[in-house]
């Protein structure tokens, strides 16, 4: 069992900067691949970034891609999504997850076994 809380979130106006940290207890946190997805009101929930086991491989989303940075600390038991040049429709709440994937299917939910709580993430225009 795995237990993740996400914390970091906030209020922040369009073009600033929020750093998400997403802390793991339980099972050895290096064992898994780890992603970020998001859930704006009243949409579903997509896809943000993935980090492999060992950290060298990270995958994004279109949308994200030259703005956010997804790293991990194995050390530490985190992994952090750092958002650049927020814009209002990056408004969303924000899920760390853990599970086992590979390649490009890192970018479904559904091999994550294990997920955070969320936190809110507001861009104001």
């Known amino acids: 069992q795995v237990q993740l809380i996400e914390s970091g979130g906030g209020l922040v106006q369009a073009g600033g900067s929020l750093r998400l940290s997403c802390a793991a207890s339980?099972?050895?946190?290096?064992?898994?691949?780890m992603g970020w997805f998001r859930q704006a009101s009243g949409k579903e929930r997509e896809f943000v970034a993935t980090?492999?086991?060992?950290?060298?491989?990270?995958y994004y989303a279109d949308s994200v891609k030259g703005r956010f940075t997804i790293s991990r600390d194995n050390a530490k038991g985190t992994v952090y999504l750092q958002m650049d040049s927020l814009k209002p429709e990056d408004t969303a709440v924000y899920y760390c997850a853990a599970g086992y994937c590979s390649g490009y299917g890192c970018d479904d939910p559904r091999p994550y076994n294990y997920w955070g709580q969320g936190t809110q993430v507001t861009v104001s225009s």
């Open positions: 339980g099972r050895t946190f290096s064992i898994y691949n």
């Open positions: 980090i492999s086991r060992s950290g060298f491989t990270t």
